[in-house]
């Protein structure tokens, strides 16, 4: 089956500097990647879309100039979370779907702790 | 627009209890249903889908059936395990961007 993977698995981060995070498709061309942020016991809420070679389309009330997404090439898009605060501390979980399959297929996300 | 309500939990049961977590949803269009699954520290994974009306999605022993004339999609196990502890999220699809929307997610305790 299609397998995402995401790196790193867990970062520790000081207040005020940047983080990167990888998601990959290993072995199937993904089109479209979904970012996530997944608070404690809540749901998954839709950070932005990346189209590979286009802009990102962010959801209401996500902050672009913080939340930097690059869709590069067509098995990886990076999140990059700038200026980090507590605050953004968080489970950040990315998705992606092919061109043939409605389906989207999960990475096993990244816990993201800022000190 | 689109949205999912599933039944807040947390849900806890014996071992080898049935299990039903209810779905519902509404939708501009045809959406495709799908139950996700999420262990603890874990991403999600697709447990089970479904296309049309009437499909039934299983696997694992879960089962769900795909109910346009009530809009729902509910979750059922016939005997749980210790292992199926695990948050569910009930999800759905419309049209070809692929995006889902999901449900708040229902934590399922099984006890031993």
């Known amino acids: 089956g299609a397998v995402v993977s995401q790196h790193p698995s867990r970062v520790i981060c000081k207040s005020g500097t940047s983080v990167k995070i990888e998601c990959r498709s290993l072995d199937f061309q993904a089109t479209t990647m979904f970012w996530y942020r997944q608070f404690p016991k809540k749901s998954l809420m839709l950070m932005a879309t990346s189209n590979e070679g286009s802009k990102a389309t962010y959801e209401q009330g996500v902050e672009k100039d913080k939340f930097l997404i690059n869709h590069a090439s067509l098995t990886l898009s990076t999140l990059t979370v700038t200026s980090a605060h507590p605050e953004d501390s968080s489970f950040y979980i990315c998705?992606?779907?092919?061109?043939?399959?409605?389906?989207?297929?999960f990475g096993p996300g990244t816990r993201l702790t800022v000190t | 627009g689109n949205s999912v309500t599933q039944m807040e939990g947390p849900v806890t049961l014996s071992e080898e209890a049935f299990l039903t977590i209810n779905c519902t949803y509404t939708a501009t269009g045809y959406p495709s249903l799908f139950w996700y699954v999420q262990y603890p520290g874990e991403g999600l994974q697709l447990l089970l889908k479904a296309t049309k009306a009437d499909d039934k999605g299983s696997n694992k022993g879960f089962e769900a059936t795909y109910r346009k004339e009530t809009t729902s999609f509910h979750l059922e196990k016939g005997s749980v395990q210790v292992s199926d502890s695990a948050v569910y999220f009930c999800?759905?699809?419309?049209?070809?961007?692929?995006?889902?929307?999901f449900g708040g997610g229902t934590r399922l305790m099984v006890k031993p």
């Open positions: 999800a759905l699809s419309v049209g070809a961007g692929n995006m889902l929307t």
């Open positions: 998705s992606a779907a092919g061109t043939v399959s409605y389906e989207q297929y």
